[in-house]
């Protein structure tokens, strides 16, 4: 089982409607989780970092939320674009290992005009 | 540019030749990272290295794979006897250095490799 699941696998959007990624992990203790963006044939971009104390962190139309009693972490993507059409991968440091990224299987996001 | 780079963007080899992945860090990151991303999957810690030692090789698959980073700047993968199995997306990155957490790692564009 994967210590990071990611929900759904693909989604399909059309252009200025807003979306949720769902992210589970298993992960513990961690000291981080980030989300990237990662364009076809791309590395993947940072898009948002949170320790696990907080709650919520915003970089422009794009917001992340972390429930660390759960273990679930989403990205809300708000007015999609047809840039924002890529992988979209969540990504869980643990406290040991601080360099060991633990990735998901990320979530494919297909904004249609 | 500024970025990580990787050489070549794509490589095709046949099954049980020798090959050879190149990254180059952004200037003065000390730390470097190598992933491996088979298709549909997140990418997968191979190694890391601080300065010109790998610090954590436990990664690597097996002992067809090794790299080094002899001046503490470029990184080669070297994959030997390659198997259709190797075939995958090789992402670098790198990082300033290993004093925080929080540390970003930057992400090259990856070499798209391919054995037949």
């Known amino acids: 089982k994967n210590q990071v699941e990611q929900s759904p696998q693909s989604l399909i959007i059309l252009e200025g409607k807003n979306c949720t990624l769902q992210c589970n992990y298993t992960v513990s203790p961690f000291s981080n989780l980030r989300w990237y963006k990662q364009d076809t044939g791309r590395g993947p971009v940072s898009l948002t970092i949170?320790?696990?104390?907080?709650n919520t962190k915003s970089n422009g139309r794009y917001t992340a939320t972390l429930d660390a009693d759960t273990k679930q972490s989403s990205l809300h993507i708000t007015a999609s674009q047809l840039s924002d059409s890529a992988s979209y991968i969540c990504?869980?440091?643990?406290?040991?290992?601080?360099?060991?990224?633990?990735f998901g299987t990320g979530t494919r996001l297909k904004v249609l005009a | 540019g500024a970025g990580v780079s990787q050489t070549p963007s794509n490589k095709v080899t046949e099954k049980g030749k020798y090959v050879e992945l190149r990254c180059d860090p952004i200037s003065g990151h000390t730390a470097l990272y190598w992933y491996r991303q088979s298709l549909g999957q997140g990418p997968e810690f191979l190694i890391y290295f601080q300065g010109t030692g790998a610090a954590d090789d436990s990664g690597l698959p097996n002992d067809r794979f090794f790299a080094v980073r002899p001046e503490g700047s470029v990184s080669t993968l070297k994959i030997q006897r390659t198997e259709r199995g190797d075939s995958a997306v090789y992402l670098c990155a790198s990082s300033p250095n290993l004093g925080s957490s929080y540390n970003e790692q930057f992400f090259g564009p990856g070499t798209r490799l391919t054995v037949l």
């Open positions: 949170m320790t696990f104390s907080e």
């Open positions: 990504v869980v440091i643990p406290t040991s290992g601080t360099y060991k990224y633990i």
